[in-house]
């Protein structure tokens, strides 16, 4: 007799996906939301620091593998339709955006106009080098 793989309870999309919620563990603030393939959650579940899947790279993505924005696992929760996953972390450097702010919704429908509510911390020439874009 086999268990099934706690990985076989996700409904992958139709190009193996899964989109995954990163919610910093001690504030309850939503940092970003990426996706991860079958083999990127079961490195951040085993690794305890989250690896997700580079869509534009097409490939593994160790969060903070450029940056040092490490996001190490608390908790790992799979929502009722088993379609998206919730992560909990520890966002290390209090950067998780790629524009140098602490999360990646920053910006707030006001009326008809999106208002950037946030400021960068660290702009990403000084986080990712002049190259950047």
Known sequence: MTDLSWLDAVKWDEKGLVPAIAQDA??????????MN????ELTAQSKQV??????????WRKGESSGHVQKLQNIRLDCDADVVLLSVEQLG???????RAHCFYRELNGEQWVETNPVLKSPEDIYGASSS
């Open 26 to 35: 001690a504030t309850g603030q939503i940092l970003m939301m990426a996706w």
């Open 51 to 60: 690896v997700y899947w580079s869509r534009s790279r097409n490939r593994l």
């Open 94 to 100: 209090g950067i998780a955006c790629h524009t140098g």
């Open 38 to 41: 079958r083999e990127s959650l």
